[in-house]
């Protein structure tokens, strides 16, 4: 795996012309990476202390990029001004994808006082980190984020509307090494390009869809974890189109289909030994969690429906629930289950749980800070941890369910004092407002379904 680049070993690459252009870059509400590219001489003159200007309206708008009404942080009223994006330097990467490209994470700063921006998404996870490093805990994460692959160019699948695509497997591959050396060419680009960007790769599968696949990252620090997703994501996207081909994060992009999650395996250690492989997640011989980890536990299961939004946050996100789908339906935890939302894995300092609940689509830098805040939650409030389900548990009409829509998981959120106490009110109202502004707009749209099963017979 190539080591990231230190700031004065960028510095040397622009210099000798070996690295043209600098992209500076942050995640939006939807966890899509945007920013600015500059040229590496105006870099190195203007943005490297600096960083850039941008519009605020940028962590304020939907998937299409309009700004939406509703927000306190950016709105026509306040006059959509800027904000500051600071390098991070210890995100630095040479993107070999790109030729002759470098890509720097930024955190966002209001300007003038350079204060951060709390309702940003990196800060969210930051933030909710830095409480659980004030209790002694430093958050380890490792997720496995699954995406379907299509013949298709990303061109070729707008201009079909995005039916009737041809999937790059005409089966089933689950685990399987012969339908994915077909896929090779493609997918072992993602990992090469993801290694040599200093991003490191476990594994690639085959999985339970046709042209569905996983790449498993290392796992880190949750901060650095969700930054790499954020990469990971684009990359696959900018890879796939390379050569021609096109892939979706989406969590259900055909009912027929199995659905795309990401699932999250998370521990904790001392933070004063964070470089130590030590977990403070403790389980009994029976496998069933102990003290903290009971709390931490019980806090991710009483919090389940409340925080949905941040693990689920579009209406296509509750299709992927379904009863024998390999995604969860019930908000309760177990064993090696994975049948239930939550999973307790591994042993001794690999000893973790698994939130099933994120698909695909999730943002990273939400979905981790709701397990953390959760987490956290139950840990300083000594929740009781509730009993394990052993068996299947779909269909059990005695457990919570996942909300079934995105609209029945806002009115949990809006209602959630724990989501108050956990995020802050303006963090609250930020996500509360983009997921209302989610919800209104597929009911202003008139849907494929809606015409062929209505129009001749209503």
């Known amino acids: 795996m190539a080591v990231q680049p230190t700031r004065a070993e960028l510095v040397a690459l622009i210099e000798r012309g070996d690295i043209d252009t600098v992209i500076m870059a942050f995640g939006d509400l939807q966890g899509r990476l945007v920013g600015k590219r500059t040229t590496g001489r ?17 962590i304020a708008t939907d998937m299409d990029d309009n700004a939406v009404p509703g927000y306190r942080f950016a709105s026509y009223d306040l006059g959509y ?53 004030e ?30 695509l041809e999937p790059h497997a005409p089966f089933l591959q689950d685990y399987q090494i012969l339908q994915t050396t ?15 960007a200093g991003i490191p790769v476990e594994y690639s599968k085959g999985e339970a869809g046709r042209g569905q696949h996983e790449i498993n990252l290392a796992f880190t620090d949750a901060l650095a974890m969700a930054d790499r997703n954020l990469l990971y994501k684009h990359a696959t996207k900018e890879i796939a189109s390379l050569h021609g081909r096109s892939v979706t994060f989406m969590a259900k992009y055909d009912f027929a289909e199995t659905g795309s999650s990401c699932h999250v395996h998370c521990s904790v250690r001392d933070v004063n030994r964070a470089d130590q492989p030590h977990s403070l ?8 969690p102990t003290g903290m980890f009971a709390h931490w536990l019980a806090g991710l299961v009483h919090l389940g429906r409340e925080f949905a939004i ?37 042993h001794g300092d690999s000893t973790r749980v698994e ?8 943002n990273s830098y939400f979905a981790f800070a709701g397990i953390i805040a959760a987490g956290m939650y139950g840990v300083r409030h000594s929740l009781p941890l509730p009993g394990k389900v052993v068996g299947n548990a779909y269909g059990r009409d005695d457990l919570p369910r996942v909300p079934f829509t995105l609209g029945e998981a806002i009115d949990a959120w809006e209602a959630s004092a724990a989501a108050r106490e ?37």
Not at 137 to 164: C, T, W
Not at 281 to 288: E, K, L, N, T
């Open 281 to 288: 997640f403790a389980i009994d011989a029976a496998g069933d």
């Open 81 to 133: 001004g800027d904000m500051v994006a600071r390098a991070d330097f210890s995100t630095l990467r040479v993107t070999p994808w790109v030729p002759r490209t470098a890509v720097v994470l930024c955190d966002l700063l209001h300007p003038g006082t350079n204060d951060p921006i709390d309702v940003s998404p990196r800060q969210v996870l930051r933030d909710v980190v830095s409480g659980a490093g």
């Open 310 to 346: 941040l693990w689920a946050p579009t209406v296509n996100s509750y299709k992927r629930y379904q009863l024998g789908s390999w995604a969860p339906t019930a908000v309760a935890w177990g064993g090696d289950n994975r049948t239930v939302g939550f999973r307790v894995v591994g």
């Open 135 to 164: 209790m002694g805990l430093a958050p380890m994460v490792g997720s496995e984020i699954e995406f379907f692959l299509f013949r298709d160019s990303v061109e070729q699948a707008h201009a079909k509307g995005y039916e009737n």
């Open 182 to 196: 077909r896929d090779e060419y493609v997918i072992g680009d993602i990992r090469r390009g993801l290694e040599a």
């Open 355 to 362: 939130c099933r609940l994120p698909g695909a689509d999730a």
């Open 422 to 458: 956990c995020f802050g009110d303006d963090v609250h109202h930020h996500l509360l407002t983009a997921a209302r502004h989610e919800w209104q707009s597929f009911h202003r749209s008139v849907t494929d379904w809606e015409r062929r099963r209505y129009f001749d017979r209503a």
């Open 42 to 58: 105006f870099f190195l003159e203007h943005v490297a202390e600096h960083g850039t200007e941008n519009c605020d309206y940028l």
